[in-house]
T-cell receptor, first 111, second 114 residues
Framework: KQEVTQIPAALSVPEGENLVLNCSFTDSAIYNLQWFRQDPGKGLTSLLLIQSSQREQTSGRLNASLDKSSGRSTLYIAASQPGDSATYLCAAEYSWGKFQFGAGTQVVVTP | EAQVTQNPRYLITVTGKKLTVTCSQNMNHEYMSWYRQDPGLGLRQIYYSMNVEVTDKGDVPEGYKVSRKEKRNFPLILESPSPNQTSLYFC?????????????FGPGTRLTVL
């Protein structure tokens, strides 16, 4: 059974520092790996999707990498801002239409 | 505005009283899915639907039912709710459920079963 782990569960950084968020999965036979952001009391917003054949995806200050052989994905957020404070979740699509989510990393960016 | 809507947003009920949480999307998406979110466990998939009249179990389907009679709606039914179904529920949709499609989430329904 696919398991997805996110460590650490919480992270606090000063504004301007780069953020590095980790996601591990046990079964490398995934279709894609997605990163989401969740703000308190709200739903999830998609940030980046990396297909299994890709190594990374970029959007603005966000960059996500995927290493299937080691079962890891990393989300980098450059020059963090207080508005980046949120919970970040990764999800692996391990069978068509079936997803396994990590528990998330709660990020606080202090001014 | 393109969106996924859920109703109700908050619900307190008692054990055994049947309830339905509605989910509707206005983006003509083929794929829809239900998740529950519990502290420390992340989101767990309950049921999903690749298109009309086709539904499949996720990781935690016990105690839940779904139906997909039309493309835009995907209601979640709890026939006999129990306290362990107290959770935050999210509905999501994506264009065709392809591996290149991201998911769009509703705002969530917070359910408390007493």
């Amino acid at each position: 059974k696919q398991e997805v782990t996110q460590i650490p569960a919480a992270l606090s950084v000063p504004e301007g520092e780069n953020l590095v968020l980790n996601c591990s999965f046990t079964d490398s036979a995934i279709y894609n790996l997605q990163w989401f952001r969740q703000d308190p009391g709200k739903g999830l917003t998609s940030l980046l999707l990396i297909q299994s054949s890709q190594r990374e995806q970029t959007s603005g200050r966000l960059n996500a990498s995927l290493d299937k052989s080691s079962g890891r994905s990393t989300l980098y957020i450059a020059a963090s801002q207080p508005g980046d404070s949120a919970t970040y979740l990764c999800a692996a699509e391990y069978s068509w239409g079936k997803f396994q989510f990590g528990a998330g990393t709660q990020v606080v960016v202090t001014p | 505005e393109a969106q996924v809507t859920q109703n109700p947003r908050y619900l307190i009920t008692v054990t055994g009283k049947k309830l339905t949480v509605t989910c509707s999307q206005n983006m003509n998406h083929e794929y829809m899915s239900w998740y529950r979110q519990d502290p420390g466990l992340g989101l767990r998939q309950i049921y999903y639907s690749m298109n009309v009249e086709v539904t499949d179990k996720g990781d935690v389907p016990e105690g839940y039912k779904v139906s997909r009679k039309e493309k835009r709606n995907f209601p979640l039914i709890l026939e006999s709710p129990s306290p362990n179904q107290t959770s935050l529920y999210f509905c999501a949709s994506s264009p065709e459920g392809l591996v290149t499609d991201t998911q769009y989430f509703g705002p969530g329904t917070r359910l408390t079963v007493l």
